[in-house]
């Protein structure tokens, strides 16, 4: 029974500790092999990936997350041309030092 119960707690803090965070896509851009339409999306990083979400819909896409030496002051995008559609490089979450960086847009860029 208190395997049960230490189990349960340590999911509700894991669930607890995630954060989400707003990021406005002002054009359509792919990540992940989804289109995204421009709008707001909630992003949220679970186990290496990005979870991109816009009402019930929901677009998942591998990460690599890493840490700058100063914060961001906003949450900005950065795109990539790749053969005339936008994909999504990097976001860069504001209040943070925290970067997201898209593997498949990096594999294209190589």
């Known amino acids: 029974m208190r395997r049960i119960l230490l189990s349960c707690a ?23 092999g989804n289109v995204l339409k421009p709008g707001e999306y909630q992003v949220e990083v679970v186990d290496q990936k990005a979870v991109l979400r816009q009402g019930k819909t929901e677009t998942q896409a591998p990460v690599k997350v890493e840490e700058g030496s ?14 005339g559609k936008m994909q ?10 925290t970067k997201l960086v898209f593997s498949e847009a990096a594999a294209s860029a190589n």
Do not use: C
């Open 10 to 32: 340590l999911a509700a803090v894991a669930i607890a500790s995630s954060k989400t965070y707003k990021v406005k896509l002002f054009e359509q851009a792919t990540v992940g």
């Open 70 to 83: 100063d914060k961001y002051a906003d949450t900005t995008v950065r795109y990539m041309n790749a053969d």
């Open 88 to 97: 999504i490089r990097e976001i860069h979450l504001g209040g943070t030092k």
